[in-house]
């Protein structure tokens, strides 16, 4: 544990006195003081919970809202080591001494980080005790006048966190359509999640730097560049908080995929994946509302999920292994580090081999791991990709990954305490 001096003064008769009965007691005055300290102290100030900045807050204005005295501001000051309690950040972490419990999460969101893609196996958290988060997809089109939604209700309900991603199509018709279609798209967003129930947190669309993402498929379609993505972003989220009850949801950005080189555009010439995902961030800094990252292995070895491995030039400035997640984290600009980030697909680039190998404990525990740290934006979720059997990553009938899973959630890993 990490030691701080703190010094006071005290008058010449009374540092004799202190001195001498440390000496008569055969006594170091240091261990003396240090003990009598924490016998004053007791327990105050082991109980806290964490609070992220937000525009417009003052240390007395987050004084008077957690404690009912603005004056407790020097509270927060002292236990924050805060030197000039007027600068204070957007996203910074404060810790709160002695304040009550938490304000409860509204349904549809779970303190867990477990979770999987695609609804199927979420009884196997339910069983655990530890009801995390499940992923739903939709295809959804770019008819402005198509009604039709779906209902997350029983998951909701059932205590879980839910996700839905709103994709236009899938392969060649485009995680969004082409742009001229973008206002139609947002129309049909704004419809779906109107008629929904359960949900109150949309991503639109996936990893827009993927050629297969492309409306009109990787060859010849259309590229979307982070302006094109945020154009799109802005309209859907306009139509999603302009519907009735929907005025607060969280509008979140498409993960982008690691690795990927596709998409080239002016200013990154290499089509870095990380330069992507900033340029896309800052042209939605005053809109975002949550941020959707994906991370990957590249093999099934649990040791190598701390690797510190980096890709070959001209990106050996990147994280090659499934660290790529701190890459994404680490180039979320600073005034955007107060909101909440998802993992939203998470696997080894390999399909699941039916085998527990304790990679996906090893996984959660590094996840864990960044979130213990309260410096960290924190992230609320990672989603094993896949559990149903759309494609070759599935994971449900693989007892293997499954008793792998159930072991990582015999561990109390949540993201809010």
């Given at each position: 544990?990490a030691?701080?001096?703190?010094?006071?003064?005290?008058?010449?008769?009374?540092?004799?006195?202190?001195?001498?009965?440390?000496?008569?007691?055969?006594?170091?005055?240091?261990?003396?003081?240090?003990?009598?300290?924490?016998?004053?102290?007791?327990?105050?100030?082991?109980?806290?919970?964490?609070?992220?900045?937000?525009?417009?807050?003052?240390?007395?204005?987050?004084?008077?809202?957690?404690?009912?005295?603005?004056?407790?501001?020097?509270?927060?000051?002292?236990?924050?080591?805060?030197?000039?309690?007027?600068?204070?950040?957007?996203?910074?972490?404060?810790?709160?001494?002695?304040?009550?419990?938490?304000?409860?999460?509204?349904?549809?969101?779970?303190?867990?980080?477990?979770?999987?893609?695609?609804?199927?196996?979420?009884?196997?958290?339910?069983?655990?005790?530890?009801?995390?988060?499940?992923?739903?997809?939709?295809?959804?089109?770019?008819?402005?006048?198509?009604?039709?939604?779906?209902?997350?209700?029983?998951?909701?309900?059932?205590g879980?966190?839910?996700?839905?991603?709103?994709?236009?199509?899938?392969?060649?018709?485009?995680?969004?359509?082409?742009?001229?279609?973008?206002?139609?798209?947002?129309?049909?967003?704004?419809?779906?999640?109107?008629?929904?129930?359960?949900?109150?947190?949309?991503?639109?669309?996936?990893?827009?730097?993927?050629?297969?993402e492309?409306?009109?498929?990787?060859?010849?379609?259309?590229?979307?560049?982070?302006?094109?993505?945020?154009?799109?972003f802005?309209?859907?989220?306009?139509?999603i908080?302009?519907?009735?009850?929907?005025?607060?949801?969280?509008?979140?950005?498409?993960a982008?995929?690691?690795?990927?080189?596709q998409?080239?555009?002016?200013?990154?010439?290499?089509?870095?994946?990380?330069?992507?995902?900033?340029?896309m961030?800052?042209?939605?800094?005053?809109?975002?509302?949550?941020?959707?990252?994906h991370?990957?292995?590249?093999?099934?070895?649990?040791a190598?999920i701390?690797?510190?491995?980096?890709?070959?030039?001209?990106?050996?400035?990147?994280?090659?292994m499934?660290?790529?997640?701190?890459?994404?984290?680490q180039?979320?600009?600073?005034?955007?580090?107060?909101?909440?980030?998802?993992?939203?697909?998470?696997?080894?680039?390999?399909?699941?081999?039916?085998?527990?190998?304790?990679?996906?404990?090893?996984?959660?525990?590094?996840?864990?791991?960044?979130?213990?740290?309260?410096?960290?934006?924190?992230?609320?979720?990672?989603?094993?990709?896949?559990?149903?059997?759309?494609?070759?990553?599935?994971?449900?009938?693989?007892?293997?990954?499954?008793?792998?899973?159930?072991?990582?959630?015999?561990?109390?890993?949540?993201?809010?305490?």
């Amino acid at each position: 544990m990490a030691v701080r001096k703190i010094e006071t003064s005290v008058d010449e008769i009374l540092a004799r006195r202190l001195s001498a009965r440390a000496a008569d007691l055969g006594k170091d005055l240091d261990s003396v003081i240090q003990q009598e300290l924490a016998a004053w102290l007791g327990d105050w100030g082991l109980r806290f919970r964490a609070y992220i900045v937000q525009p417009g807050d003052t240390l007395s204005a987050i004084a008077a809202r957690f404690y009912g005295d603005r004056s407790k501001a020097a509270v927060i000051a002292a236990f924050n080591a805060i030197i000039n309690p007027n600068l204070i950040e957007v996203g910074q972490e404060l810790l709160l001494p002695e304040v009550g419990g938490q304000e409860p999460l509204p349904q549809g969101e779970s303190p867990f980080i477990f979770g999987l893609h695609d609804r199927g196996g979420e009884h196997y958290m339910d069983w655990a005790g530890r009801k995390g988060w499940v992923l739903c997809t939709e295809e959804l089109g770019a008819d402005p006048n198509d009604q039709s939604s779906k209902s997350y209700r029983d998951l909701a309900e059932g205590g879980y966190g839910v996700l839905v991603r709103l994709n236009h199509g899938y392969n060649e018709q485009g995680t969004l359509p082409v742009s001229s279609r973008y206002a139609n798209f947002a129309r049909r967003c704004g419809n779906f999640v109107a008629r929904s129930e359960g949900c109150h947190i949309w991503i639109i669309g996936n990893e827009p730097n993927l050629a297969v993402e492309r409306p009109g498929g990787p060859e010849n379609g259309e590229w979307i560049t982070p302006e094109k993505y945020a154009t799109a972003f802005r309209l859907c989220r306009q139509e999603i908080r302009s519907r009735p009850g929907h005025e607060r949801d969280q509008v979140v950005v498409a993960a982008v995929g690691p690795w990927n080189i596709q998409t080239s555009y002016p200013g990154n010439p290499s089509g870095d994946w990380i330069t992507y995902f900033e340029d896309m961030l800052k042209k939605l800094q005053d809109v975002c509302d949550g941020i959707a990252i994906h991370t990957y292995a590249r093999d099934p070895d649990p040791a190598n999920i701390v690797s510190e491995e980096r890709m070959d030039p001209p990106f050996d400035h990147r994280r090659k292994m499934f660290r790529t997640y701190i890459d994404f984290m680490q180039a979320i600009p600073q005034g955007m580090r107060h909101l909440p980030v998802y993992i939203t697909e998470a696997n080894q680039n390999a399909p699941w081999a039916d085998e527990n190998r304790g990679w996906i404990q090893e996984a959660y525990a590094e996840i864990n791991r960044w979130n213990a740290n309260p410096a960290h934006q924190k992230i609320r979720c990672m989603l094993l990709y896949r559990w149903g059997r759309y494609d070759q990553w599935a994971m449900e009938g693989k007892a293997g990954v499954i008793a792998d899973f159930r072991a990582a959630l015999q561990r109390d890993y949540r993201w809010r305490v």
